[in-house]
């Protein structure tokens, strides 16, 4: 049981460039999430899903794209990778929706774009 | 102390001695409320919650405290290790679903042995 797992770790990308980072979680959970993290704020939610097929919109989505095709996978799309985009993102699961479900974390991602 | 989308305070306290992390929360409709542990370099871990229908909450050397009066929570850590050196962070629920839920920056705790 690995629970959340990411990849890559670390990346660098060229202004305009576009990546997939991916999120995996083998403990069965319906609903996953992305989050970045930034220096001095809290986790700010970019998109969430509540089972597969079905996403939504968090926080902060724009320039990010997400899809849930199966129970396990949940990655994120930068479609043209800015500088502001420059971050740290951590993927989340938890096995419902509901407020008072601990949700488990991946590692996370340091991008940085130049 | 913490609050939603200030800058990260630290807290330095010696190895044995107690903790006292504070969060100032910002929705008084929040009614869930959560402390995770992030070490450097890792995903954040879940270390204990509260409903607001409580004011206090005791887990493995932590007790959360929540005075909705004030918008106050805190997490206090009992005989601090050097094993908890790490970033606090509080999160505030106001709504059905986790995408409803709110992060502070955090504060950073260092244990000086």
């Known amino acids: 049981n690995a629970g959340v797992t990411q990849t890559p770790k670390f990346q660098v990308l060229k202004t305009g460039q576009s990546m997939t980072l991916q999120c995996a979680q083998d403990m069965n959970h319906e609903y996953m999430s992305w989050y970045r993290q930034d220096p001095g704020m809290g986790l700010r939610l970019i998109h969430y899903?509540?089972?597969?097929?079905?996403?939504d919109q968090g926080e902060v989505p724009n320039g990010y794209n997400v899809s849930r095709s199966t129970t396990e996978d949940f990655p994120l799309r930068l479609l043209s990778a800015a500088p502001s985009q420059t971050s740290v993102y951590f993927c989340a699961s938890s096995y419902d929706q509901e407020r008072n479900t601990e949700a488990f974390f991946g590692q996370g991602t340091r991008l940085t774009v130049v | 102390g913490e609050s939603v989308g200030l800058h990260l305070p630290t807290l330095s306290v010696q190895e044995g001695d107690n903790s006292i992390i504070n969060c100032a929360y910002s929705?008084?409709?929040?009614?869930?409320f959560i402390w995770y542990k992030q070490e450097s370099g890792k995903g954040p871990q879940f270390i204990i919650d509260i409903r607001s229908n409580m004011d206090k909450r005791q887990g493995q050397r932590v007790t959360v405290l929540l005075n909705k009066t004030v918008k106050h929570l805190s997490l206090q850590i009992a005989a601090t290790q050097p094993g908890d050196s790490a970033v606090y962070f509080c999160?505030?629920?106001?709504?059905?679903?986790?995408?409803?839920?709110?992060f502070g920056a955090g504060t950073r705790l260092t244990v000086k042995p």
């Open positions: 929705n008084s409709a929040s009614d869930y």
């Open positions: 899903s509540v089972g597969a097929g079905i996403t």
């Open positions: 999160a505030e629920n106001s709504g059905p679903g986790m995408n409803d839920m709110r």
